[in-house]
Structures are given as C-alpha cells and as structure tokens.
T-cell receptor
Framework: AQKITQTQPGMFVQEKEAVTLDCTYDTSDQSYGLFWYKQPSSGEMIFLIYQGSYDEQNATEGRYSLNFQKARKSANLVISASQLGDSAMYFCAMREAYSSASKIIFGSGTRLSIRP | DAMVIQNPRYQVTQFGKPVTLSCSQTLNHNVMYWYQQKSSQAPKLLFHYYDKDFNNEADTPDNFQSRRPNTSFCFLDIRSPGLGDAAMYLC??????????FGDGTRLSIL
C-alpha cells in the first residue's frame, strides 16, 4: 500500500532564506507521480509542483523545486528566497500507478511560518 | 476560466438532518474526488469517480454517499450528520495522470 510521510509538523524560517520541506514515500509500483500542494489559512488547496517517477531531472516551478531522490524514496520541496506569503500548510501527495483506480493520498503536512 | 466550484461555501445543518454538498467542474476531467479535512489534518479521501466508476474507501462511513450524474457534477450526501462530521469538504478533479484541481471547499457545521 502506498504511504506518504512528512516528519516536520511545523517549521519557522526567516524571510528570504531557502527552506526544505521533507517528504518520503513508500510504494511497490515503478510508475507513480509525486505532488506538492500549498494550503493557506483561507483553506484552498493550491497545486505547486509535480514529479513523475520516470522523470530524469528534478522538477522546478519558479521558486519551487523538487529534490527527487528515487533510491531513497524522498521528494523534498525546496522553496528559494522565502516570502511572507509562503506561510501556509504544505502537503506532499502521491498517485500510485496510472490506472482507473488510481487515487492521490496525502502526507500529514508541514506548517511553514515565515518570520519577517 | 476553467475551474472547480463548490456550493455552498458554508453549510450549517442540524444533527441528523440530511445534507447535500455539490461540486461542478468545467475542466472536463474524468476523475472527481471528495475529501474530508479536519483542522490541521491532511485531507482524507472519502471516495472518487473515474468516469462513472465509483471507488469507495474502505473506512468511509456508510453515512456518506455520492452521486455523479454527469461529467460535470458530483454530489456528496450525508444522510444523518453527526457532530463528528463537522469539517471542511474538498472536491477535486484530475485527468488520469495530472495533478488535482481543488474547489474552495465547503465548511460544514453541525448544530
């Protein structure tokens, strides 16, 4: 069964510093997708970045990058030059296989707080 | 803009009184999901549809039902809400490989 683990319940970071949010996963499938979402206090879930299991290069989207280490089954999110607006809950998620029964499960989340 | 819309944004119901939450999408995605999220917790998948195929999570209470009459609409029915069902309910859509697109959620309160 698939499983996502986020070991950092909360983090405090100084504005403009880089921050790494940890995510490890467990799956027996060779084909899977990894996602990161941001959830501000207003409640909406915002898709940030995606990494496919067969992608050779780490995904990047603006200030977000995904440090994908397949052998270690980790998919850490790196936010460069953090901003006050980055304060939110961050969820790592995984879709196992690309079948009609595929579903996306979430880790427990990390609450990131940016200090001015 | 293509999007996922949930109505209402806030719903208040009485203990034991049936309630229906709705979700619509203009993305033409074939997969639709319902999640329950309680404060500071991860979203918990209740069920999802791939086209008309319904997939229920093993630990979803029987109290929760869903309908998907067509590609665009999906409903969550709570037959007899209890105090423990107070939560944010999130609807999401995706195609078979891509990320999920979420609505803004419906916050359900039980009196």
């Amino acid at each position: 069964a698939q499983k996502i683990t986020q070991t950092q319940p909360g983090m405090f970071v100084q504005e403009k510093e880089a921050v790494t949010l940890d995510c490890t996963y467990d799956t027996s499938d060779q084909s899977y997708g990894l996602f990161w979402y941001k959830q501000p206090s207003s409640g909406e879930m915002i898709f940030l970045i995606y990494q496919g299991s067969y992608d050779e290069q780490n995904a990047t989207e603006g200030r977000y990058s995904l440090n994908f280490q397949k052998a270690r089954k980790s998919a850490n999110l790196v936010i460069s030059a953090s901003q006050l607006g980055d304060s939110a809950m961050y969820f790592c998620a995984m879709r196992e296989a690309y079948s009609s029964a595929s579903k996306i499960i979430f880790g427990s989340g990390t609450r990131l707080s940016i200090r001015p | 803009d293509a999007m996922v819309i949930q109505n209402p944004r806030y719903q208040v119901t009485q203990f034991g009184k049936p309630v229906t939450l709705s979700c619509s999408q203009t993305l033409n995605h074939n997969v639709m999901y319902w999640y329950q999220q309680k404060s500071s917790q991860a979203p918990k998948l209740l069920f999802h549809y791939y086209d008309k195929d319904f997939n229920n999570e093993a630990d979803t209470p029987d109290n929760f039902q869903s309908r998907r009459p067509n590609t665009s609409f999906c409903f969550l029915d709570i037959r007899s809400p209890g105090l423990g069902d107070a939560a944010m309910y999130l609807c999401a859509t995706s195609d078979q490989r891509g990320p999920q697109h979420f609505g803004d959620g419906t916050r359900l309160s039980i009196l």
